[in-house]
């Protein structure tokens, strides 16, 4: 089992485009709606339970974090979209910081947007597949807190968001997750290895 993502650590936390760190190297985005298990993944991901901060309230991230595993790969967790409670104001900032970074950051290579495999396909969710089709970025489909759902559930559920997602024109890939029992930790690990050239 490869530990390289034991490695990350926090590095900043950009509330504007001007605070970004310099572009260097790989970077892998984590998006997704609010409490859909987006912190939960990157702290299994990494080994660290409390790498990424996660919540019981949603919209707790509001900035774009950076977890640095080296000079040249990072992870960089998006604010959490669409929660209801987040003055309008605010969702609005939050809108314009993910668009500036998925549109012109150039060392991005990919996203992985976490859904929750009870309710895959929420209107923020096509928002991101909107900027991923836009700038011809790897999508990779985390399918979270699968544990929640039936064998044949997630069956299902994996079919039938690969069937939506096969008609986007671009690099694709799903699979189930969940951060409280190992499913699909390496799977998600192997996909992550290529986007960010690990061991090269």
């Given at each position: 089992?490869?530990?390289?993502?034991?490695?990350?650590?926090?590095?900043?936390?950009?509330?504007?485009?001007?605070?970004?760190?310099?572009e260097?190297?790989?970077e892998?985005a984590?998006?997704?709606?609010?409490?859909?298990?987006?912190?939960?993944?990157?702290?299994a991901?990494?080994?660290?339970?409390?790498?990424a901060?996660?919540?019981?309230t949603?919209?707790?991230?509001?900035?774009?974090?950076?977890?640095?595993?080296?000079?040249?790969?990072?992870?960089?967790?998006?604010?959490?979209?669409g929660?209801?409670?987040?003055?309008?104001?605010?969702k609005?900032?939050?809108?314009?910081?993910i668009?500036?970074?998925?549109?012109?950051?150039?060392i991005?290579?990919?996203?992985?947007?976490?859904?929750?495999?009870r309710?895959?396909?929420?209107?923020?969710d096509?928002?991101?597949?909107?900027w991923?089709?836009?700038?011809?970025l790897?999508?990779?489909?985390?399918?979270?807190?699968?544990?929640?759902?039936?064998?044949?559930?997630?069956?299902?559920?994996?079919?039938?968001?690969?069937?939506?997602?096969?008609s986007?024109?671009?690099?694709t890939?799903?699979?189930?997750?969940?951060?409280?029992?190992?499913?699909?930790l390496?799977?998600?690990?192997?996909?992550?290895?290529?986007?960010?050239?690990?061991?090269?």
């Amino acid at each position: 089992m490869s530990n390289f993502y034991n490695q990350a650590k926090f590095e900043i936390s950009v509330a504007a485009i001007k605070q970004l760190p310099p572009e260097q190297g790989y970077e892998v985005a984590f998006a997704g709606r609010s409490n859909a298990g987006k912190s939960s993944a990157i702290n299994a991901l990494t080994g660290r339970r409390s790498l990424a901060r996660t919540s019981k309230t949603p919209g707790r991230t509001q900035h774009l974090n950076f977890f640095r595993m080296d000079e040249q790969r990072a992870l960089v967790d998006l604010p959490g979209y669409g929660y209801a409670k987040v003055p309008e104001s605010v969702k609005r900032q939050w809108y314009e910081l993910i668009d500036n970074y998925l549109s012109n950051r150039q060392i991005l290579s990919g996203i992985v947007l976490i859904m929750d495999s009870r309710h895959p396909f929420g209107r923020s969710d096509q928002q991101i597949i909107d900027w991923a089709v836009a700038g011809s970025l790897p999508l990779h489909v985390l399918l979270s807190k699968a544990d929640k759902l039936g064998s044949n559930q997630r069956a299902n559920t994996l079919r039938e968001v690969r069937k939506q997602l096969t008609s986007l024109g671009i690099d694709t890939s799903t699979q189930l997750f969940s951060a409280t029992q190992p499913i699909g930790l390496e799977e998600l690990r192997a996909t992550l290895d290529g986007w960010l050239h690990v061991g090269e």
